[in-house]
């Protein structure tokens, strides 16, 4: 059976959601895409020895940060956790001079796309893969068939499309001489509406929908993640409920549901396949 942990954004969301799923992923400010965690706010893990609890570094480190990374990693030790995301493969070469009793999960947005690709990192001491949102949940499942690790799998929540270094929001004010202090920004192109985070990582976009994932919940994987960014809290307990008591009767009902909920709902790439065409 599927364990289900969601991508929490804050503190209060954890203590309201703590009775409801099995773990969170929880990243650490400034060395995670969009995470608003400091290192201090770890100590509240003491707290879940029943949970599954993933700390998540899923950006590129900078030469400057890799001595941050590796005192993150040792401290890490201490925590009850039961592995750490990475995208950086410079995080797997510290990892493995260091004798940590967690397991890594290889996390890489847009690279974990086959059976190849994930194989290749469990030979190379990887536990599980966090598979991109960019395929089919046909190909999702073949992955999970056929691979030697476990997998974790996007089912709710905005998707991040693409991130940079660069500070194209603040840049952007900046010329234009704008006062904008908001958290969240956006943008509207051909009628979609795209949350746009700007921090110390840099720039994040996001999908203009959300995914809504829950008639494929029911499958074999190992771990569903719902993730709460820019989604309103009692809505988002809501969803969690949803995809605790989901069974073969009300799925539809659950599915329809979720689609009500939101203005902005999809399927993501579950269901349609990508065609690459050769240009002329």
Request: proline fraction near 1%; glycine fraction near 4%; charged fraction near 25%.
């Amino acid at each position: 059976m599927s364990k289900l942990i969601t991508i929490p954004s804050s503190i209060d969301e954890v203590n309201e959601t703590k009775t409801l799923v099995d773990g969170y992923i929880i990243g650490i400010k400034d060395m995670c895409v969009n995470s608003n965690f400091n290192i201090e706010d770890l100590s509240i893990l003491n707290e879940f020895s029943d949970k599954d609890i993933f700390i998540n570094l899923n950006k590129n480190i900078l030469e400057s940060e890799i001595d941050k990374v590796r005192e993150i990693l040792i401290d890490l030790n201490n925590y009850n956790i039961k592995g750490v995301l990475f995208y950086d493969i410079g995080i797997l070469n510290i990892y493995n001079k260091l004798n940590l009793k967690y397991d890594l999960i290889i996390s890489q947005e847009h690279a974990l796309t086959n059976t190849a690709t994930v194989n290749y990192w469990c030979a190379n001491g990887i536990k599980c893969a966090y598979l991109s949102s960019d395929i089919t949940i046909n190909e999702v499942s073949e992955i999970k068939k056929s691979s030697d690790c476990k997998v974790m799998v996007n089912l709710f929540g905005y998707l991040p499309m693409f991130v940079s270094r660069r500070h194209i929001v603040k840049n952007y004010l900046d010329y234009f001489k704008l006062d904008d202090n908001s958290s969240i920004n956006y943008i509207e192109k051909e009628g979609a509406i795209y949350p746009i985070i700007d921090n110390n990582v840099g720039t994040q976009v996001y999908s203009g929908n959300i995914l809504n994932g829950i008639k494929y919940s029911l499958i074999n994987l190992d771990y569903i993640v719902l993730n709460s960014f820019n989604i309103d809290l009692d809505k988002f307990i809501d969803v969690i409920k949803m995809f605790i008591s989901v069974n073969e009767k009300n799925i539809l009902e659950y599915d329809d549901k979720i689609n009500n909920m939101f203005p902005n709902v999809d399927y993501g790439f579950l269901e349609r396949k990508t065609i690459y065409k050769v240009g002329k």
